[in-house]
């Protein structure tokens, strides 16, 4: 969902609030394939799965936080032949991207809860799956997923670049509360993770929902040098 920001997103479905996942899980359940159809146009997004495919290399680990319906991130990496690992907090979701995306491996879990061993991926995908989580959560999850890249590996981070915590909105119609960064105090987040950010990409994208508001994406592409 889109949870992103002051105007009304939250697009992690990947990670919870503070009500331990409940709130989380009950609005991607209900939105289940209408969010897929919201974002399927997002060029920004597609851009970058294409640098995500362009640093990787043949049978590449990928660990794709927030999952969803497993498209389009899970689909495009699985089907360039990586094994990609999607977790999501909504169950609806996960059943959803095991049938669409048979060819992932996906499991109904808070990624927070998920064990990440030092170094045992060659990419992370973070796409929109922190708006929910206040922001000591976000930084201390940003450093566990940075740790858990192999040397050289890519971690691709999409949010709503808003500085707001703990603001209730209602996105696609659905209540949800959302916590973000600015753009600047994310990068912060990210190099003080370890990381090093290559490229970054602003855009205002409007998704395809009668209820949707035009909202401001912000995609950092990153390394564990």
């Not at 009304?8 to 709130?23: A, F, N, P, S």
């Not at 590996?153 to 119609?173: H, K, Q, R």
């Not at 600047?184 to 290559?198: E, K, N």
Request: a negative charge; charged letters at 20%.
């Amino acid at each position: 969902m889109s949870a992103r920001d002051s105007h009304t997103t939250t697009k992690g479905t990947g990670l919870v609030g503070e009500d331990g996942g409940q709130r989380a899980a009950r609005v991607f359940d209900a939105l289940g394939p209408v969010y897929e159809k919201a974002f399927a146009h997002s060029e920004a997004h597609r851009r970058s799965l294409e640098w995500l495919l362009g640093r990787l290399t043949p049978g590449g680990r990928v660990l794709d936080v927030g999952s969803g319906t497993g498209r389009p991130t899970a689909e495009t990496l699985a089907r360039a032949g990586h094994h990609v690992l999607g977790v999501d907090v909504s169950p609806v979701m996960v059943e959803l991207a095991a049938r669409q995306v048979p060819e992932a491996e996906f499991r109904c879990l808070d990624a927070r809860e998920l064990p990440l061993e030092e170094s045992s991926f060659d990419a992370v995908c973070v796409y929109f799956s922190l708006l929910q989580l206040d922001r000591a959560q976000q930084s201390e999850l940003v450093g566990r997923l940075a740790r858990a890249l192999r040397p050289g590996g890519s971690l691709a981070l999409a949010t709503v670049p808003l500085d707001v915590a703990g603001v209730d909105a209602v996105f696609m119609g659905q209540p949800v509360r959302v916590t973000s960064f600015a753009g600047a105090d994310l990068v912060d987040v990210v190099t003080g993770a370890g990381l090093t950010v290559l490229a970054e990409e602003n855009v205002l994208f409007t998704p395809d929902h009668p209820e949707a508001v035009p909202e401001p994406h912000l995609f950092l592409h990153c390394a564990r040098e």
